[in-house]
C-alpha cells in the first residue's frame, strides 16, 4: 500500500509540473493535436491538379500537337505557355509562373515516321515535388500511350495497390503521426528532465522523497502515458477520418499494437532525458535526430537500400517497429499476426528501456540523497 501511494503521489505531481510548465503543455498537447491536423490539411488535396508547364513545339508536326493536345488534357497538368526557346521558358520558370518544361525536338516526327525512337525532353523545377510528379508521370503515360497505339505484343493494366489515389497525404502522413508521437514525448520528458536538474542544482528546489526512486519514475511514466493514450487516439482513429485518409485497421487491434509502442516511447524517453542537462538541451537532439528516423523506418526511402548498419541502427527507436507496423496494418490491410515481427520488438525495445530507467533512477536518486545528507550535515 505505501508503493502504491508513493506511485499515486509521483504521479499526480508529475502531472501538476505538465500543467504549470508551458512549453511542456506545447510540446505535449500542440504538438501532437496540432500538428497531424497541419500536416494533413496541407497534404489533403492529396496530388497536384492542373500544374502550369511551358510547351516549346520545334516539330510543328500532327504528331507532336497529338501530344501537347493528350498531355494538356491530363487533370494534372496544364500547358500554360508556349515559347520558341529555352531562354523564354527559363525565364517563365525563374518567375514562377511555371513548373516544367517540355521540350518537342524539330526531328520528333520524322522519327516517328521512319519507325525509330522519338525523343521528348521534360525540364521540372525540382523545389517543388508534387509538380515534379505530376509533369514527369503525365510526360512518361502520354508517350506510352502513343507508342502503344501499334501492335503490342502484351496488354497490360496499371492498378496501384495499398495508396490507391497516388497521393502524397497517404502515403506520408500515417508514418509522420506515429513518428510525432515519440518526438513529442522525447520534447517533453526531456524539458521536465532539464528543469528538475537545472532547480536541484541552483538550490531553486528541495529534492522530494519519492522524485527520484523506482516509484516516481513509474508515476512519471503513467502520466505520460495517460496523456498520450488520449494523443495517439486521436492521431491514428479521428484524423484519418476527418481528411479521409485511408484506414484498414480497427481500434482494438491498434489498442493491442500501441500498448508496447506506447510503452517503449515513454522508457526510451525517460532514458534519453538522463542525458539532458537544460531543458533547452533537449531541442537540438529532436531537431537533429526526427529527419533520420523518418529514413530509417523506411518510409521516405526503401529498406533495401539502407544499409545493415543503418538498419540494425534504426532497431534503436521505438518509432522504427510501431511506423512500420501502423504502415502495413493501416495502408496495406494486413492482420496482426502480419506484424508479429514489430510487436515483438517493441516489447523487447519496452523491457530493456524499462530496465535502463529503473538503473537510471536509483543511481541518480542515491548520488542526490547522498549529496543532500552530506550538505544537510
Given at each position: 500500500?505505501?508503493?502504491?501511494?508513493?506511485?499515486?503521489?509521483?504521479?499526480?505531481?508529475?502531472?501538476?509540473?505538465?500543467?504549470?510548465?508551458?512549453?511542456?503543455?506545447?510540446?505535449?498537447?500542440?504538438?501532437?493535436?496540432?500538428?497531424?491536423?497541419?500536416?494533413?490539411?496541407?497534404?489533403?488535396?492529396?496530388?497536384?491538379?492542373?500544374?502550369?508547364?511551358?510547351?516549346i513545339?520545334?516539330?510543328?508536326?500532327?504528331?507532336?500537337r497529338?501530344?501537347?493536345?493528350?498531355?494538356?488534357?491530363?487533370?494534372d497538368?496544364?500547358?500554360?505557355?508556349?515559347?520558341?526557346?529555352?531562354?523564354?521558358?527559363k525565364?517563365?520558370?525563374?518567375?514562377?509562373?511555371?513548373?516544367?518544361?517540355?521540350?518537342?525536338?524539330?526531328?520528333?516526327?520524322?522519327?516517328?515516321?521512319?519507325h525509330?525512337?522519338?525523343?521528348?525532353s521534360?525540364?521540372?523545377d525540382?523545389s517543388y515535388?508534387?509538380?515534379?510528379?505530376?509533369i514527369f508521370q503525365?510526360?512518361?503515360?502520354?508517350?506510352?500511350?502513343?507508342?502503344s497505339?501499334?501492335?503490342?505484343?502484351?496488354?497490360?493494366?496499371?492498378?496501384?495497390?495499398?495508396?490507391v489515389?497516388?497521393?502524397?497525404g497517404?502515403?506520408?502522413i500515417?508514418?509522420?503521426?506515429?513518428?510525432?508521437?515519440?518526438q513529442?514525448?522525447l520534447?517533453?520528458?526531456?524539458?521536465?528532465?532539464?528543469?528538475?536538474?537545472?532547480?536541484?542544482?541552483y538550490?531553486r528546489?528541495?529534492?522530494?522523497?519519492q522524485?527520484?526512486?523506482?516509484?516516481g519514475?513509474?508515476?512519471?511514466?503513467?502520466?505520460?502515458?495517460?496523456?498520450?493514450?488520449?494523443?495517439?487516439?486521436?492521431?491514428?482513429?479521428?484524423?484519418?477520418?476527418?481528411?479521409?485518409?485511408?484506414?484498414?485497421?480497427?481500434?482494438?487491434?491498434l489498442?493491442?499494437?500501441?500498448v508496447?509502442?506506447?510503452?517503449?516511447c515513454?522508457?526510451?524517453a525517460i532514458?534519453?532525458s538522463?542525458?539532458?542537462?537544460?531543458?533547452?538541451?533537449?531541442m537540438?537532439?529532436v531537431?537533429?535526430?526526427?529527419l533520420?528516423?523518418?529514413?530509417?523506418?523506411?518510409?521516405?526511402?526503401?529498406?533495401?537500400?539502407?544499409?545493415?548498419f543503418?538498419?540494425?541502427?534504426?532497431?534503436?527507436?521505438?518509432?522504427?517497429?510501431?511506423?512500420?507496423?501502423?504502415?502495413?496494418?493501416?495502408?496495406?490491410g494486413a492482420?496482426?499476426?502480419?506484424?508479429q515481427?514489430?510487436?515483438?520488438?517493441?516489447?523487447?525495445?519496452?523491457?530493456?528501456?524499462?530496465?535502463?530507467?529503473c538503473?537510471?533512477?536509483?543511481?541518480r536518486?542515491?548520488?542526490?540523497?547522498?549529496?543532500?545528507?552530506?550538505?544537510?550535515?
Amino acid at each position: 500500500m505505501k508503493t502504491l501511494n508513493a506511485i499515486f503521489d509521483a504521479w499526480l505531481d508529475e502531472l501538476k509540473m505538465i500543467v504549470k510548465d508551458e512549453g511542456v503543455m506545447l510540446f505535449f498537447l500542440f504538438l501532437p493535436i496540432g500538428y497531424p491536423l497541419i500536416y494533413s490539411w496541407i497534404y489533403n488535396n492529396e496530388v497536384a491538379r492542373e500544374v502550369p508547364v511551358v510547351l516549346i513545339d520545334n516539330s510543328h508536326s500532327a504528331k507532336s500537337r497529338e501530344f501537347a493536345q493528350k498531355y494538356d488534357a491530363s487533370p494534372d497538368v496544364c500547358i500554360a505557355y508556349r515559347c520558341g526557346n529555352m531562354t523564354e521558358a527559363k525565364s517563365l520558370i525563374g518567375r514562377g509562373k511555371a513548373y516544367g518544361i517540355i521540350y518537342i525536338p524539330h526531328d520528333f516526327d520524322k522519327n516517328l515516321g521512319r519507325h525509330t525512337q522519338a525523343h521528348i525532353s521534360v525540364y521540372c523545377d525540382m523545389s517543388y515535388m508534387l509538380a515534379y510528379k505530376a509533369i514527369f508521370q503525365t510526360a512518361t503515360a502520354v508517350s506510352s500511350a502513343m507508342g502503344s497505339s501499334g501492335a503490342s505484343p502484351l496488354l497490360f493494366e496499371e492498378v496501384p495497390i495499398f495508396n490507391v489515389t497516388g497521393g502524397y497525404g497517404n502515403f506520408i502522413i500515417p508514418g509522420v503521426v506515429i513518428l510525432i508521437i515519440q518526438q513529442a514525448l522525447l520534447l517533453g520528458v526531456g524539458m521536465i528532465a532539464g528543469t528538475r536538474r537545472e532547480k536541484l542544482h541552483y538550490g531553486r528546489a528541495l529534492l522530494r522523497d519519492q522524485e527520484w526512486k523506482i516509484t516516481g519514475m513509474l508515476g512519471h511514466s503513467l502520466a505520460y502515458l495517460m496523456l498520450f493514450s488520449v494523443m495517439l487516439a486521436w492521431i491514428t482513429l479521428i484524423v484519418p477520418r476527418i481528411f479521409g485518409f485511408v484506414s484498414l485497421v480497427h481500434g482494438p487491434t491498434l489498442f493491442h499494437f500501441f500498448v508496447p509502442y506506447l510503452l517503449a516511447c515513454v522508457f526510451f524517453a525517460i532514458t534519453v532525458s538522463s542525458f539532458v542537462r537544460y531543458r533547452e538541451s533537449v531541442m537540438l537532439i529532436v531537431v537533429f535526430t526526427s529527419l533520420p528516423m523518418l529514413f530509417l523506418c523506411g518510409l521516405s526511402w526503401p529498406l533495401s537500400n539502407i544499409p545493415s548498419f543503418l538498419q540494425g541502427v534504426s532497431y534503436v527507436f521505438p518509432s522504427t517497429f510501431g511506423v512500420r507496423g501502423f504502415i502495413r496494418m493501416s495502408s496495406m490491410g494486413a492482420e496482426f499476426a502480419d506484424v508479429q515481427r514489430e510487436y515483438l520488438g517493441l516489447w523487447i525495445q519496452t523491457v530493456i528501456y524499462f530496465l535502463i530507467s529503473c538503473t537510471i533512477y536509483q543511481l541518480r536518486g542515491r548520488f542526490l540523497y547522498k549529496n543532500q545528507d552530506s550538505t544537510t550535515k
